[in-house]
């Protein structure tokens, strides 16, 4: 009983920084609220002795619902109900002091740019730019790299600070690579492989996808080794706005792979194979 009593005041004592973090990711408070009350759920039914940082704990408890959210969220092309674009966000029947607060903390304009990123290019950006979250603590997070939870925050600051890319020829490039890797594969040009691939170059599978043969490595010089030859059944496709490819054995995807681009080349290589996670994966195949 002790424990739980423990367990509920430290809660208590860290639900505003939750509720702030899951608020800045959904853009809606009672979303938020529902995040915020679902890992409270998840704490009482954990076991915690382990835990060192409870706080850390809960932000990646509720990072990780509010990306499962977001996801849903995008399949379904829904926006959220309490944050209209043309008004404030405010609600004057529940507790418009605590609204009007909640509203000039973050600010309209950041959170209607905040819903032009993909899932996972907001809670990078959210968890490292304003809660100062490592990216070696976001990447397991959002199922991807350092490097790459590195790139997809950078990507979402540019938008942000309403910074102007050419976004198109930047995908153009990006797709030109990411092809050019997939080919190099295939044909087990391992010259043409180490030409795309940066030095330093990581690559991170899921527990499922390792299985396929190919554990975690770094380098280039091991990695082009190992996708050597590969890529047969690989199809290039941009996966929760990365470019990457799937891999579709017997007519369904059972690999989703990003690749994080810098300096036109390859720095990182994220592979998930794990079902429930491939359900929550938005990706579409690009044709020709």
Sequence with gaps: ?????????????????????AYRMLGSRSEAEDAVQEAWLRLSRADTSDVGNLGGWLTTVVARICLDILRARKSRREEPLDMPAHA???????????EAAFADSVGLALLVVLQTLAPAERVAFV????????????????????????QLASRARRRVQG????????????????????AASRNSDLEALLAVLA????FRPD????????????????????????????????????????VDIGGQIRVAVTLAIGDDRIVAIDAVA??????????SILRD
């Design 207 to 246: 527990a499922t996808a390792a299985r396929y043969g190919i554990g975690e490595m770094r380098g280039a010089a091991d990695v082009a080794q190992a996708f050597k030859g590969r890529a047969q059944a690989a199809q290039i496709a941009v996966v929760d706005g990365e470019v990457g490819f799937v």
């Design 199 to 202: 030095p330093d170059v990581v």
């Design 127 to 150: 968890l490292h730019d304003m809660f100062d979250l490592p990216f070696d603590e976001i990447a397991p997070i959002i199922g991807r790299s350092s490097a790459a939870a590195r």
């Design 1 to 21: 009983m002790n424990e739980k009593i423990w367990l509920a005041d430290e809660f208590e004592a860290n639900r505003a920084h939750l509720r702030a973090a």
């Design 274 to 283: 794990d079902p429930d996670h491939l359900q929550r994966i938005n990706y």
């Design 163 to 182: 910074v102007d890319e050419a976004p198109e020829v930047d995908f153009a490039r990006k797709r030109t690579i990411a092809e050019a890797f997939l």
């Design 88 to 98: 404030g966000l405010a609600d004057p029947e529940k507790d418009p002091e605590r």
